[in-house]
C-alpha cells in the first residue's frame, strides 16, 4: 500500500530563517512525488514535481530513494510562505494519476 | 472556464438526506479526480474518471457513494442517505490525459447534521 507521512502539523519560523517541511513515503514501485500549496482561501495548487527538478519561489525539494524521503527546503522564509502544504505521490507507471496525500503541514512565518 | 468549478461552494443537509455536489473541470481535461478532505487531514481518494467511465472507484467508502461523467465533461457525486460522518470538503480535480498535473477546485464543504 501506497502512504505519505509528514510528521509535522506546524512549523513556525521568523521571517529570513530556513524553513524544512518533512516527508516521507512508502510504495511498492517507481513513484512520482509533489509538494501541493494551499493558501489562505485559495484552493490546492501544485508547487512543484520531483521529475521537474526546478525551484518554484525559492522551494526545492530532492527524492531520495534511500531514505523514502522528499524533503521541502527554503531557504529563507518569507511571510507569503505561510500556507498549507501537502506532500503527494502516484505511481509513474499507474494507470491515471490518483494522488495519495500525507496529512499537510502549516507553515508560519512571523515578521 | 479558466479553471476547475465546483458548486455549490457550500452545503448544508439533515442526516439521511441525498446530495447531489457538481464539478465542472478545465475544458478539455479528460481525466477528472474525486477526493474527500476531512478537518485536519489531506485529501484522500475517492475515484477516477476517464472520459465517461470510472477507472477507478477503489476509494468510494461505501455503496452510499456514486459518481457519474456522462459526457465525459461534467462530474456529478452523489451520497445517499447522508451520515455525520460525511461532513468534509469534496474536492474535484482534472488534468490532461496522460498528464500529472492536477487542477483543483475550491471544493464543496458539505456538513451534515
Known amino acids: 500500500a501506497q502512504r505519505v507521512t509528514q510528521p509535522e502539523k506546524l512549523l513556525s519560523v521568523f521571517k529570513g530563517a530556513p524553513v524544512e517541511l518533512k516527508c516521507n513515503y512508502s510504495y511498492s514501485g517507481s513513484p512520482e512525488l509533489f509538494w501541493y500549496v494551499q493558501y489562505s482561501r485559495q484552493r490546492l495548487q501544485l508547487l512543484l514535481r520531483?521529475?521537474s527538478r526546478e525551484s518554484i519561489k525559492g522551494f526545492t525539494a530532492d527524492l531520495n530513494k534511500g531514505e523514502t524521503s522528499f524533503h521541502l527546503k527554503k531557504p529563507f522564509a518569507q511571510e507569503e510562505d505561510s500556507a498549507m502544504y501537502y506532500c503527494a505521490l502516484t505511481g509513474r507507471l499507474a494507470a491515471g494519476n490518483k494522488l495519495t496525500f500525507g496529512g499537510g503541514t502549516r507553515v508560519l512565518v512571523k515578521p | 472556464g479558466a479553471g476547475v468549478s465546483q458548486t455549490p461552494s457550500n452545503k448544508v443537509t439533515e442526516k439521511g438526506k441525498y446530495v447531489e455536489l457538481r464539478c465542472d473541470p478545465i475544458s478539455g481535461h479528460t481525466a477528472l479526480y474525486w477526493y474527500r478532505q476531512s478537518l485536519g487531514q489531506g485529501p484522500e481518494f475517492l475515484i477516477y474518471?476517464?472520459?465517461?467511465?470510472?477507472?477507478?472507484d477503489s476509494g468510494l467508502p461505501n455503496d452510499r457513494f456514486f459518481a457519474v461523467r456522462p459526457e465525459g465533461s461534467v462530474s456529478t457525486l452523489k451520497i445517499q442517505r447522508t451520515e455525520r460522518g460525511d461532513s468534509a470538503v469534496y474536492l474535484c480535480?482534472?488534468?490532461?490525459?496522460?498528464?500529472?498535473?492536477?487542477?483543483f477546485g475550491q471544493g464543496t464543504r458539505l456538513t451534515v447534521v
Open positions: 520531483h521529475i
Open positions: 480535480a482534472s488534468s490532461s490525459e496522460r498528464g500529472t498535473e492536477a487542477f
Open positions: 474518471f476517464q472520459g465517461t467511465g470510472a477507472a477507478d
